[in-house]
């Protein structure tokens, strides 16, 4: 296997990128995956160099152009055709990679991923799927931002290929798929959802129906399936949510206490909260029914972070991820295009 | 003034009712507004008997029925037209009280509101407005659940509605409106939010933009514009992860803890936290655009939240909100019916 590896995507990189890329191999034993680093050449030579973990499976792609976090997606696309970002987009297509992980700019990775891979068969809307930690679990959500107005029929799409993914990635088999809405009964909701319900139960086996958002963090679904402005809306609420909670009790317990406790004490609490949540820099979001892996990872990630979307993209290539989405979707056609809720 | 209180009302009623419109009435001083109590009459005048506090402002229109919280809301609104809660709607709509006060079915006051007391002109979509507080501040979200399908001028509707219902109950001249949405840029967001964006431009005199969901916390804007679904999704999402965070919090903290100081420590700052972010049990959310005062409290409102739901009520009247709401609007015609997104 090859991944591709954009090394000047995110906050860290190349640092981050690099070493993610030769620890990852370090640990991989054997037989690792050939890791393609798409990058300025001496740049990342140098920091190989001045790595202790010498090995044979990594090389340069050389490249100097760099897409920045705040470029628009569209433009940074059609413009910097040789940049690291869409070199290493493009080495999928043209079969000299198997995979492509980057911790680059969102909107460009999407938008090069569709232009230049394209979608599987059968998916009209590839989705984001990040998974969401709580206390003892934790959960898919699809789609967290990839498409903001969406029909029933695409909610099903993304509960079939989050259940494939969840199903090799995370190893939970037959995972528990619920909708999110505002009320329990299949008849609640907005358009869009009320269509969805009846798919959803037919087409997905362990269809849990409705969950509201308030039990989201309970752990009572593996995936929770929504359109991409509610999921980029709860996703960014909870960051923002979990940020703001935290400086407010600290304050709190600041102008509560006439000791130094607080921070002894609070400290490894928040620590330890911090380090699940902290999904962004840990995990990497999978770009489903794209027709290529493609693991996005957040852009302050650190070389665990790198490492673990390289494991990721390893496992989806060894299990056969994209074949395995367009199989289960070629099952489960639907034809409700009159039905069009939001569409453009 | 005369209030109508829907006296069986909410998990604590009658007593909480009872108690709320006494000692409201006592802190009104000589002239307080008129309450009719509507509910069981004996068992209300025993709430009244034993209460230190007397008082000829005070009367019972007696009902025996009562609609219960779980009950579907147009079937409780129909056959229960003796209910405490249609009873007290009906009040207005005769001209017997002008405002009515429930802590309720939010389904059935909703459907009862409609349907007793219809629209202000102009007005096609009441919206619910709860006061969403933080650290600092706090937030008016419209809609919070009434509407999960609207159109972008219904979103308009409800900046203006709740900027003047916001002026005089917190007395915030010309508040700050913000359009919820995923990013930023007009361009951004879904097709509603597209549409809604210039429209909120050319008619809201204190539109600041977007706001994404990662912000609203941050005393960014006064009041925060978006469909009911997603509204509601932030509501019960605010609801759930501040639940899940306190116990995570408490748990952390106890096992990283050799001493009892978790308790001493945190409990302060975390009842200090709750006490302001309890707004559901000591705020009121006005049904705007219903062409009638009703203030909604939450289920579990004690006496303290029942007190100041009447103040709130008692306000609105004085201000005469609802013509105000009526002569903005009047002055707000938007004729973008060809835009229709997500209408039934």
């Excluded at 044979?56 to 100097?64: G, V």
């Excluded at 979608?119 to 934790?138: S, Y």
């Excluded at 979307?309 to 060894?318: F, W």
Aim: aromatic share 6%.
């Amino acid at each position: 296997m090859r991944i591709a590896l954009d090394a000047m995507g995110g906050d860290h990189a190349p640092f981050s990128t690099v070493n993610g890329a030769l620890e990852f191999i370090r640990e991989c034993g054997n037989t690792p995956p050939f890791i393609d680093l798409y990058g300025p050449k001496n740049e990342l030579q140098k920091i190989i160099d001045s790595s202790d973990i010498k090995t044979n499976f990594i090389s340069i792609i050389n490249c100097d152009e760099v897409i920045h976090p705040n470029e628009k997606s569209v433009r940074a696309f059609k413009e910097k055709p040789n940049s690291s970002l869409v070199k290493s987009v493009t080495a999928v297509k043209n079969a000299d990679a198997d995979a492509i992980v980057s911790a680059g700019n969102t909107g460009a990775l999407l938008t090069s991923s569709l232009f230049i891979l394209g979608k599987i068969e059968g998916i009209n809307r590839p989705a984001l799927a990040p998974c969401i930690p709580t206390q003892k679990g934790g959960f898919i959500l699809c789609d967290a931002g990839a498409n903001a107005d969406v029909k029933p029929k695409h909610l099903v799409h993304f509960g079939i290929m989050a259940s494939a993914y969840m199903e090799f990635l995370v190893d939970i088999k037959n995972p528990r798929v619920a909708l999110l809405n505002i009320g329990i009964e299949s008849s609640k909701g907005n358009e869009l959802s009320r269509q969805a319900y009846p798919l959803m139960e037919e087409h997905i086996s362990n269809f849990i129906g409705n969950i509201e958002s308030r039990y989201i963090m309970e752990d009572k679904a593996d995936i929770i399936v929504c359109d991409g402005f509610v999921g980029n809306t709860v996703l960014k609420l909870i960051e923002g949510l979990i940020k703001h909670l935290f400086s407010w009790i600290g304050d709190s317990m600041e102008s509560n206490s006439t000791t130094n406790s607080k921070t002894s004490l609070l400290k490894p609490a928040f620590n330890d909260i911090k380090n699940v949540l902290d999904y962004e820099q840990h995990g990497s979001t999978p770009f489903l029914g794209v027709n290529g892996i493609v693991m996005k990872c957040h852009g302050n990630s650190s070389v665990k972070s790198i490492k673990s979307a390289l494991k990721s993209a390893q496992i989806a290539y060894n299990e056969n991820l994209i074949d395995n989405i367009a199989n289960r979707i070629s099952k489960h056609l639907i034809n409700n295009d009159s039905k069009t809720v939001n569409e453009k």
